[in-house]
């Protein structure tokens, strides 16, 4: 009797813990798949890693980029996934905008000077292995921008 029980605590215990994963995909560290990302404008970076914590009812962001000169990069935000705008510090863009979408995927804006100038969505895939983030508009340097980041957690 003791050993069903055992296993039947185990049996829960799994399952509540596939349910937690399922419903935050995106937390966790991923790292910039350069390979399988598209970047247009380009040229693509060097590297880039993607801290995303738990923060409130949304996400604390950290990111560290290093451009293709070598140049490092550290930006933050803080969001709780609901439609308003927050400050995106070390970015180029000032501030950026977030929403759930659905449990696996967010859309995005990203505005400079109060001007919208990307648009997106932040998807992650069904196993939890990959996230991909599809951004079109106008970089900061006013060019058309139709770029694709491919992410691997780590």
Do not use: C
């Amino acid at each position: 009797m003791t050993h069903m029980r055992t296993t039947r605590l185990i049996i829960i215990a799994v399952l509540l813990g596939a349910g937690a994963f399922a419903a935050e995909p995106f937390l966790g560290t991923w790292k910039l798949n350069i390979a399988r990302s598209k970047f247009s404008p380009g040229p693509a970076p060097k590297s880039g890693v993607v801290r995303v914590e738990r923060q409130g009812r949304g996400y604390k962001v950290s990111i560290e980029t290093v451009d293709a000169k070598g140049k490092s990069q550290r930006s933050f935000y803080a969001s709780n996934l609901d439609g308003k705008d927050v400050a995106f510090t070390g970015s180029e863009y000032d501030t950026i905008v977030l929403e759930r979408s659905t449990e696996n995927k967010i859309v995005l804006g990203l505005k400079k000077g109060g001007k919208m100038l990307v648009t997106g969505t932040n998807e992650v895939s069904r196993d939890g292995k990959t996230r991909t983030m599809m951004l079109k508009g106008t970089s900061i340097g006013g060019k058309p921008l139709n770029t694709i980041l491919v992410y691997d957690r780590i």
